[in-house]
């Protein structure tokens, strides 16, 4: 089993930065990839931003230049760095882990708010 411990979260005005870190735990063998996702309140989770084992990254088009990924491979921790932040940033914020098998793993997410 694997468990994923989400950290960072908080209420932040327009224009400011958030870190969240995303620590992975348990039977992890061939991770795939790392990333984060959100959902705002009456809308589906989407993507927010992934980064590969070999460290490939994909970002959501409305984060590019503002977001950044990164993995620190020895702690199995996942880090998403938000920087001009806007209130459609709001949103729970998760984090999820592929392996190679196709086996998926959630965190149990963290509030993001963003005031303009």
């Known amino acids: 089993q694997v468990q994923l411990v989400e950290s960072g979260g908080g209420l932040v005005q327009a224009g400011g930065s958030l870190r969240l870190a995303c620590a992975a735990s348990?039977?992890?063998?061939?991770?795939?990839?790392m990333g984060w996702y959100r959902q705002a309140p009456g809308k589906q989770r989407d993507s927010v931003a992934i980064i590969t084992s070999s460290g490939r990254t994909n970002y959501a088009d409305s984060v590019k230049g503002r977001f950044t990924i990164s993995r620190d491979n020895a702690k199995n921790t996942v880090y998403l760095e938000m920087n001009s932040l806007k209130p459609e940033d709001t949103a729970v914020y998760y984090c999820?882990?592929?392996?190679?098998?196709?086996?998926?793993?959630w965190g149990q997410g963290t509030q993001v708010t963003v005031s303009s």
């Open positions: 999820n882990l592929r392996l190679l098998s196709g086996t998926g793993y």
């Open positions: 348990g039977s992890i063998l061939s991770i795939a990839y």
